[in-house]
């Protein structure tokens, strides 16, 4: 085992080049090396006949395939990984003797696992639900594991409570429904009956909770941490990541129709960026509050179901994270990485958030079940970069052979090694926080505002972006079977905005509150997805063609998307060179029965003389949908028939045509970047 401490960017994929093997062009052996002269056939008593105990290599075959399955992740089972590095823009020695965080330029390996919440391992990406956003950084003084979420403030405050939060958002118990939804009776009684849910909901029931791609949303620490410098100062931190292409999403019907036409949507959006050089970026930003400030806020800056409004406390960009790695290995990778909030670095500390100190119980115990034992840590992909040596041994799947003869502190065999570190030399001191009270089961009544950023939320959203959170309460509550439940959710919204409450309630049918309201003007214009980033790069185009169109222009049209940074596929009736005599036929990507609108960002029609029934139902079906959830829809030439054909106004917002190519590319352009048309109101 490597010695060495000097990390850089690909330290991780060099340790993991170790443990890389390809088996192609081998011979087949055993996992005892004995090469295998017959892999068809089990050993059998005559042709005819039963087959023997003796055949070992059948055994092992079967008993190894018997085993290959260990248990998902109680929460998070359906994520996907890449790795990447991670690199700094701007010390932050004033705050944190963190090394990764001190010499600017410097690059850290990083391996991150996204991830949704409910949903079991094979559930579908698009489900309306928080997105894990985990992130291990290989430092030189050992791993650190920053495991967010892409929601900034969680459920609940206190971790004695999330065995009962999973359990109200997983299947019902009795009859093991509904799958990767919250859309269901025991979930809406667990908010109703824990107030403390109440900001949590309102960014559930937002477009947060249905992202683009896990290339374009936020990521959180969530809680407050504590930054602690060389001269032993502490400062309250809270970490974000900011995607460079933006924070989108999609919308709820879209959604779940991806679910059904691609349930590996977002996995397969962040595989193919990756394998094309598209490598996704994230900013890394950090609020810091000096501890002498820790009162001067009307909320407790300790309470996880609190935001630092940016406003007030900005976010500094001090970084860069760039995704430039896929996985060799699902399982070997994405599978057994083990994050723990625990694994922390000298400088880097924990806070009283009652919320933090039990997830720091939580992530080992959950990995102890999941990955089969105490060694874990020696899979390939958890094992830091830099060296480790204790007195710990043995345990299922031990990999290290440590040598010689002792195996305890304090000795005098190994002249008492291995030897603590001092502090000053790189040994993690636990910050001294003055502690005192008495010990009891209750809650700092500076917790118990629930509902004052609830409304701050809901007053910076945008007309749309309320809109979309009151038709998630519809969708959401007019799932939930008894009135009751339905009722107790409505009034209890009342306190976050009374005009919401009373919407939502004469839709799903209970009373109209009469009661609630809230005295919150404040607004935060960074909560509005509306202010984020827009751009066009990686937008997927669907370009649809029959036979006869105009190859000249087409193809034009299309690498000069191309060149913009769009990804258009052509999508016709069938698969193949698409006939034309007019220009260069183009080779055709996908059919309409192979692809859907809603696996699209845009629609540009370009249709062709040819254009039959057949193909005006399907691209005029394909259209209409797109333009349903609000996308740009682009026509030229015999396209633009096709549009009036549909009733689709080529005034509408976000609707191009155009025949001059210039213009159309220009215009289009701009429309995709917008990402969608709410001003359209239908959907
Ligand atoms: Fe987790 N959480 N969590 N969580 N969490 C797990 O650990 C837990 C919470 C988060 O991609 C589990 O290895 C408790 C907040 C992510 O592998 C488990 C509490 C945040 C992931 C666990 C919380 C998270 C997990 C299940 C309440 C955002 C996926 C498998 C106190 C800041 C990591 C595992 C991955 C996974 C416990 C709340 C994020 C059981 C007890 C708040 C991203 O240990």
Redesign the pocket.
């Known amino acids: 085992m490597s010695d060495k401490r000097k990390v850089d960017g690909n330290s991780k994929n060099e340790q993991l080049e170790e443990y890389r093997v390809d088996d192609k062009g081998k011979e087949l052996t055993t996992n005892q090396g004995l090469k295998v002269a017959e892999d068809e056939f089990s050993l059998k008593a005559g042709e005819r006949g039963p087959t023997l105990m003796e055949d070992f290599h059948f055994r092992e075959k079967m008993t190894h395939f018997d085993h290959e399955r260990i248990p998902e992740?109680?929460?998070?089972a359906r994520?996907y990984a890449a790795h990447g590095e991670f690199e700094l823009y701007e010390s932050m020695k004033p705050y944190t003797k963190a090394k990764f965080l001190q010499e600017p330029g410097s690059k850290t390996p990083v391996f991150v696992?996204y991830?949704t919440v409910a949903g079991s391992k094979g559930s579908g990406e698009l489900a309306r639900d928080v997105r894990?956003?985990?992130t291990k950084f290989y430092t030189e003084e050992g791993n650190y594991d920053l495991?967010?979420?892409n929601i900034p403030v969680?459920f609940?405050q206190d971790?004695v409570k999330?065995p009962d939060l999973i359990h109200a958002v997983k299947p019902e118990p009795h009859n093991g429904i509904p799958q990767a939804a919250s859309a269901h009776d025991t979930f809406w009684d667990f908010v109703a009956n824990n107030q403390e849910t109440a900001h949590m909901i309102m960014w559930h029931l937002s477009d947060r909770a249905i992202p683009r791609s896990f290339r374009m949303m936020e990521g959180?620490?969530?809680?407050t941490f504590r930054f602690v410098n060389e001269e032993g100062k502490a400062h309250f931190v809270k970490f974000h990541w900011k995607p460079k292409l933006g924070i989108h999403s999609t919308v709820w019907d879209e959604a779940q129709k991806i679910n059904g036409k691609n349930p590996d949507f977002h996995r397969a959006d962040l595989y193919d960026a990756i394998e094309s050089g598209n490598y996704p970026e994230f900013e890394f930003g950090v609020q810091v509050i000096p501890e002498e400030e820790e009162f001067s806020f009307d909320f407790d800056i300790l309470d996880?179901t609190k935001i630092w409004p940016e406003e007030d406390v900005p976010v500094k960009i001090i970084g860069k994270m760039t995704l430039n790695r896929n996985v060799d290995n699902v399982f070997a990778e994405t599978e057994q990485?083990?994050?723990h909030?625990g694994h922390v670095v000298p400088g880097i500390d924990f806070t009283n958030d009652p919320?933090?100190q039990?997830?720091l119980f939580?992530?080992t115990?959950?990995?102890l079940i999941?990955l089969g034992g105490p060694n874990f840590h020696e899979l390939p992909i958890n094992r830091p970069v830099c060296p480790f040596h204790n007195n710990q041994r043995d345990g299922y799947g031990r990999h290290t052979i440590n040598k010689g003869q002792v195996s305890y502190h304090k000795n005098s065999l190994a002249d008492n090694t291995p030897e603590t570190v001092a502090p000053k030399d790189g040994g993690y001191e636990h910050y001294q926080e003055k502690m005192e009270g008495r010990k009891v089961k209750a809650r700092s009544n500076s917790f118990k505002d629930h509902f004052s950023q609830a409304t701050l939320f809901w007053n910076s959203m945008s007309k749309p972006e309320k809109e979309h959170i009151i038709e998630a309460f519809c969708f959401e509550l007019g799932k939930v079977q008894s009135k009751d439940v339905q009722q107790q959710v409505v009034d209890m919204f009342a306190n976050v905005n009374l005009d919401m409450a009373r919407e939502i309630a004469d839709n799903i049918g209970v009373k109209e509150p009469t009661e609630g309201g809230s005295e919150v003007t404040k607004v935060s214009p960074a909560l509005s997805q509306e202010n984020s980033t827009k751009s066009v790069a990686t937008r997927k185009i669907a370009v649809l063609l029959d036979e006869g169109y105009n190859g000249e222009v087409v193809n034009n049209i299309v690498q000069q998307l191309k060149k913009q940074g769009m990804e258009p596929e052509i999508i016709a009736s069938k698969l193949g060179k698409l006939k034309t005599d007019k220009g260069p036929q183009l080779e055709v990507d996908n059919t309409f029965l192979t692809v859907d609108s809603v696996l699209y960002d845009a629609v540009y029609v370009a249709g062709g003389a040819g254009q039959d029934k057949t193909f005006r139902d399907k691209a005029g079906y394909f259209m209409k949908e797109a333009f349903s959830h609000f996308k740009p829809i682009g026509a030229t030439h015999e396209g633009e028939e096709l549009l009036k054909h549909l009733d689709i106004s080529s005034i509408a917002a976000g609707v191009i045509t155009e025949d001059s190519t210039e213009s159309f590319v220009s215009r289009f352009t701009e429309a995709v970047k917008q990402h969608r048309f709410w001003e359209r109101g239908v959907g």
């Open positions: 992740r109680i929460v998070h994520g696992r991830s894990g956003f985990a495991v967010g979420n969680f609940i971790a999330f959180f620490g969530v809680h996880p990485v083990a994050f909030p919320l933090l039990g997830r939580s992530y115990d959950t990995q999941r």
